[in-house]
């Protein structure tokens, strides 16, 4: 009889396990590296409101944010299976498109060019820019392609009439400019504010432009989007309801955002007004965007005039969060 109530109670206890480690399997949430590539308040924060307010692990989702600047070495991570997903800009994906690498931009958070060309106090005309060195980012950025853009915009030849410096970041380009290691950069919309706090003044207003660009948009590969589906949908359910978050919960968003961002606190405010705008409701990626990138590189590269930009967009994510009626639910 003891031995036969041991064996009961073994059965029962093996039987428990097996429930658990079920119920285990049932409740465990999928584990995504993510990586954002600026250090400033920028319209990809959204995705910190979705970490910070808990929106990932609501959709099932446990996500690691991690901070790679600039998307061409977060791609690099990317492509090594270190990250699942970038919040990147669009050269660097156009160009590693090109190249043949694996690589889409899957959603948009800011689907026009939103920079401005910015000097020091002694410039104040175009003729007072040639000869000057430009505080530039590395190649396939936002930053160099609105660089060059806007210098070609006033006349100007990036390759001869400037010396353009490779010195990264908004916040080390701006450094660069007050220690008067450059004379000018381009910096976005939402860094504005603090370009004038530190007196410098625009000299190329590309934002009032409207030039067709994916700024900023969520990045990863086709393999991914197929290997990882649920997770993909999931992921852009937490992206729509955080931007739902961002645009009615100011004040909650606002300190999420002072925990990241390396700007002065002071502008982040001016800063999430303009996002609150930009910002579409459905994050759906820009193919026009891509276009205007691709038209860019073709001057120099004839023989990109026939890569077709769609190849480098995939909106399938988004568009299922939208028939679904997800954003509805949340108003």
Do not use: C
Not at 64 to 87: D, H, R
Not at 210 to 235: C, N, Q, V, W
């Amino acid at each position: 009889m003891a031995m036969n109530r041991r064996i009961v109670l073994s059965t029962v206890a093996f039987v428990m396990s097996i429930f658990v480690n079920r119920a285990g399997d049932l409740n465990a949430q999928e584990r995504l590296n993510f990586a954002y590539i600026a250090p400033n308040a920028g319209s990809s924060s959204v995705l910190w409101v979705a970490k910070d307010a808990g929106l990932f692990k609501k959709h099932g989702l446990d996500v690691n944010v991690i901070y790679i600047e600039g998307t061409p070495k977060a791609l690099m991570a990317l492509f090594a299976g270190e990250l699942q997903l970038v919040a990147g800009t669009g050269p660097a994906v156009a160009s590693a498109k090109v190249r043949g690498a694996d690589v889409s931009m899957v959603m948009g958070f800011e689907v026009f060019l939103p920079y401005y060309l910015i000097a020091t106090p002694g410039i104040r005309t175009v003729e007072d820019l040639k000869g000057k060195v430009g505080a530039d980012h590395s190649a396939a950025t936002s930053a160099d392609f609105a660089m060059r853009l806007g210098l070609r915009n006033i006349g100007l030849d990036p390759e001869r009439d400037v010396s353009l410096r490779v010195v990264g970041a908004t916040n080390l380009r701006m450094l660069a400019m007050q220690q008067n290691q450059a004379q000018f950069t381009v910096i976005s919309t939402t860094e504005l504010e603090q370009a004038h706090k530190m007196g410098f003044n625009v000299l190329v207003d590309l934002a009032s432009k409207h030039i067709p660009y994916p700024h900023s948009g969520l990045i990863t590969s086709e393999k991914l989007l197929h290997e990882k589906h649920d997770a993909m949908l999931r992921f852009a359910r937490a992206t729509v309801e955080a931007i739902h978050f961002f645009k009615t919960r100011k004040a909650q968003t606002i300190a999420i955002l002072k925990k990241y961002a390396k700007t002065d606190p002071a502008t982040l405010d001016t800063a999430y007004n303009y996002m609150k705008g930009a910002i579409p409701d459905l994050p759906y990626p820009t193919l026009e965007g891509m276009k205007t990138i691709v038209a860019d590189m073709a001057r120099t590269r004839p023989e990109l005039a026939k890569v077709d930009a769609s190849t480098m967009v995939d909106s399938s994510i988004v568009k299922a969060v939208d028939e679904e009626g997800f954003l509805k639910k949340l108003k």
